[in-house]
């Protein structure tokens, strides 16, 4: 600096920021976006559902506590629900899980195109929820569905089978139509898992003279527990509340033999006009979500801690 020079004032800005500010900048648009999105709105439910909200009554809220919860848990209807929905999360989650390890041990296998394979599974996880509703619900049409077409040309029926119309199909044609869907899920998920054995352990175990059945059970079934277990959990939570694959396919009938959990709290709220007792039943929906998630949770570090 030559004589004369005025001396620069030191900048304010040079002194870096903590690294706490620095993270809580970054972290405050997402945090804002979900407390309006997510918090906000499982507020107002918690306090609706403390009323007796009725759209055929406005102006009139009075107060019940947790009069909507008790309503609901001695409910037939509810009960009933719960029972359709819990059938179908066990149903479809043990067989996508099932056909899932299948798939995923058939992908897995040293051959040509197997890039092909790969892409042709996953195209039914691909397409959107409604479309594949849709697709179904015109492939068990008992007019003009081509499952109706099928069997009465090799001759497993003779007279169209209204499959969506009738008690005893209903429900199984809805379970057909999510597994084909899922599956693929389920079979990249166990996929990745099953890429991260070591090959070395399977010629080891053949050099000692186990099959492949035993290598199944001994070593590729125990190693993939881990991703198993969180395919489970999502799984799980995603067909307890399942909505918009029964509601296209069926509408919860004929009659409720189709009608879950979700679809009796849709019902609820947006059909009787009965908000209090419909936030009330999404909250009971959210807690046994919850308490399933719990179970596996610990049974995923029981897993982990066992391994180790």
């Known amino acids: 600096m030559t004589a004369g020079t005025p001396r620069r004032a030191p900048s304010t800005w040079s002194k870096p920021w903590p690294e706490a500010w620095v993270a809580a900048a970054f972290v405050a648009p997402a945090a804002f976006v979900i407390l309006l999105v997510v918090v906000v709105p499982l507020g107002r439910?918690?306090?609706?559902?403390?009323?007796?909200?009725?759209?055929?009554?406005p102006g009139v809220e009075p107060f019940v506590g947790l009069g909507n919860y008790i309503t609901q848990l001695t409910s037939p209807g509810f009960w009933d629900s719960v029972y359709k929905a819990a059938f179908f999360t066990i149903v479809t989650t043990v067989l996508e899980l099932s056909l899932?390890?299948?798939?995923?041990?058939?992908?897995?296998?040293?051959?040509?195109?197997?890039?092909?394979?790969r892409s042709l599974v996953i195209l039914p996880w691909a397409?959107?929820?409604?479309?594949?509703?849709?697709?179904?619900?015109?492939?068990?049409?008992?007019?003009?569905?081509?499952?109706?077409?099928?069997?009465?040309?090799?001759?497993?029926?003779?007279?169209?089978?209204?499959?969506?119309?009738?008690?005893?199909?209903?429900?199984?044609?809805?379970?057909?139509?999510?597994?084909?869907?899922?599956?693929?899920?389920?079979?990249?998920?166990?996929?990745?898992?099953?890429?991260?054995?070591d090959r070395?352990?399977?010629?080891?175990?053949?050099?000692?003279?186990?099959?492949?059945?035993?290598i199944f059970r001994r070593i590729i079934l125990p190693?993939?527990?881990?991703?198993?277990?969180?395919?489970l959990v999502l799984r799980t939570m995603e067909a307890f509340k399942v909505f918009d694959v029964i509601w296209i396919m069926t509408g919860g009938g004929p009659a409720s033999s189709t009608q879950t959990?979700?679809?009796?709290?849709?019902?609820?709220?947006?059909?009787?006009?009965?908000?209090?007792?419909?936030?009330?039943?999404?909250?009971?929906?959210?807690?046994?979500?919850?308490?399933?998630?719990?179970?596996?949770?610990?049974?995923?570090?029981?897993?982990?801690?066992?391994?180790s």
């Open 45 to 57: 439910a918690a306090w609706m559902s403390l009323f007796d909200i009725q759209l055929t009554r």
């Open 223 to 231: 190693l993939l527990t881990p991703i198993i277990l969180i395919v």
């Open 100 to 117: 899932g390890v299948g798939l995923a041990m058939l992908m897995d296998q040293p051959m040509r195109f197997r890039w092909v394979l």
């Open 200 to 214: 070395g352990l399977f010629e080891a175990a053949r050099v000692d003279g186990a099959g492949s059945i035993a």
């Open 261 to 307: 959990v979700a679809i009796y709290a849709y019902r609820t709220a947006y059909q009787g006009y009965d908000f209090g007792q419909g936030a009330a039943l999404g909250y009971l929906i959210a807690i046994a979500i919850m308490l399933l998630a719990a179970v596996y949770l610990w049974l995923l570090r029981r897993t982990g801690s066992t391994s």
């Open 127 to 197: 397409l959107p929820t409604i479309v594949n509703a849709l697709m179904w619900r015109w492939i068990d049409n008992a007019t003009y569905g081509s499952l109706n077409a099928l069997l009465n040309q090799v001759g497993l029926v003779h007279d169209y089978v209204p499959w969506l119309s009738q008690d005893s199909t209903a429900m199984w044609m809805v379970i057909i139509a999510d597994v084909w869907k899922m599956t693929p899920f389920c079979a990249i998920l166990i996929l990745a898992g099953l890429q991260g054995i």
